[in-house]
C-alpha cells in the first residue's frame, strides 16, 4: 500500500468530510463548543488527519482534543482570566457523559454516505495497492455484494475484500471464487448475528430461572435437582440408567425427584 490506513481513509472520505468540517467550524466560530461523534472509527481517524492538515496550513480556527482529560484542562483553562482571543473547542471522539461539558452534538455520517459512488471508491482503493488493472472484474453482481459487506462489516473489512476480489478474479481469473468469497463473509457475518442473538437468548432464560428459583417458596435445592431430573427424562427422553450418568445420580434417588417433580410445580415452569 502505497499510503498509511488513515491517509486511505482520508482519500476515500476526504471530499464529504471537507464540506463537515467546513460545518463544524462555521458553527465553532459562532461560539459553540462541540463534540463530534461517528458511527465508526476509520471516520474519526480520517476527519483527525485532515484536522491536522488543516491547522499545518493555518486554516482551522478552532482547538480540538481527542480525550476528555485533555478537554477538562482546555476548559478548565478558558474559566480563568483571558489573555488573548478565546478559540472554540471542538472534541473529536468517544461519546461524552450528558451535561458535563457543555458541548453542542455534532454527528458525522455513515461510511456508505461518506463514500458516494462505490465504483470510484473501489478504483482509489485499488490506485492505493497499484491493483488499477484489475478493475474490470468489479462488475455489477461484485459492486453489489462488496456494497453489502460495507454496509454490515465495516470499513476496514470492505478495503480488505477490494484487495481480495482483485486477487481471486483479477490476479487468479476466478470470478466464481471471489463471488463465493463475498457471500461467505455475508453467511459468516448472519451467523455472528445469529449467535448473539442466541446468547442474549440464553442469558434471558439463566436470569428468568435464577430468578423463579430464588423466589420459590419452598427447598430451592429440591426444586433445583427435581427440575434436572425432570428435564433429562422427560425433555430429552432419556432412560434411568442413562439420567443416573448424566447427573451422577441414583437411579432411586433419579426416581424420587421425578415423582416429586410434579408436586414442585416443574413441570409448568420448564414446558408452559
Not at 453542542?104 to 488493472?133: H, Q, R
Not at 432464560?205 to 423463579?212: A, E, I, L, Q, T
Request: net charge neutral.
Amino acid at each position: 500500500m502505497n499510503v498509511s490506513r488513515a491517509q486511505l481513509y482520508l482519500s476515500l472520505l476526504g471530499p464529504q468530510l471537507v464540506f463537515h468540517l467546513e460545518e463544524i467550524q462555521d458553527i465553532a466560530c459562532q461560539g459553540f463548543d462541540l463534540q463530534v461523534s461517528a458511527p465508526a472509527a476509520p471516520i474519526l481517524e480520517a476527519l483527525l488527519l485532515l484536522c491536522a492538515e488543516w491547522q499545518e496550513a493555518g486554516k482551522l480556527e478552532f482547538l480540538y482534543v481527542t480525550t476528555q482529560e485533555a478537554l477538562h484542562e482546555l476548559q478548565g483553562s478558558s474559566e480563568k482570566e483571558p489573555t488573548g482571543p478565546v478559540q472554540p473547542l471542538v472534541y473529536i471522539g468517544d461519546p461524552l457523559p450528558l451535561g458535563k461539558f457543555f458541548l453542542v452534538p455534532y454527528k458525522l455520517p455513515p461510511v456508505s454516505t461518506l463514500l458516494g459512488n462505490l465504483p470510484k471508491a473501489i478504483l482509489a482503493v485499488l490506485k492505493s495497492f497499484d491493483l488499477v488493472m484489475y478493475m474490470d472484474v468489479f462488475d455489477g453482481p461484485m459492486v453489489k455484494r462488496l456494497k453489502r459487506v460495507l454496509d454490515n462489516d465495516g470499513l476496514d473489512v470492505f478495503l480488505d475484500a477490494v484487495v481480495q476480489v482483485a486477487f481471486l478474479a483479477g490476479f487468479r481469473g476466478e470470478v466464481s471464487c471471489a463471488l463465493r468469497y463475498l457471500d461467505e463473509l455475508h453467511v459468516k457475518r448472519h451467523l455472528a448475528s445469529l449467535q448473539t442473538a442466541q446468547k442474549s437468548e440464553l442469558k434471558k432464560c439463566v436470569h428468568s430461572v435464577f430468578n423463579h428459583v430464588l423466589k420459590y417458596q419452598g427447598d430451592s435445592y429440591e426444586f433445583i435437582k427435581a427440575s434436572f431430573c425432570y428435564f433429562v427424562l422427560s425433555r430429552e427422553g432419556h432412560n434411568f440408567s442413562r439420567a443416573s450418568k448424566i447427573l451422577n445420580l441414583s437411579r432411586t434417588t433419579i426416581q424420587q425427584y421425578a415423582k416429586r417433580a410434579q408436586h414442585l410445580g416443574v413441570r409448568p415452569f420448564l414446558f408452559d
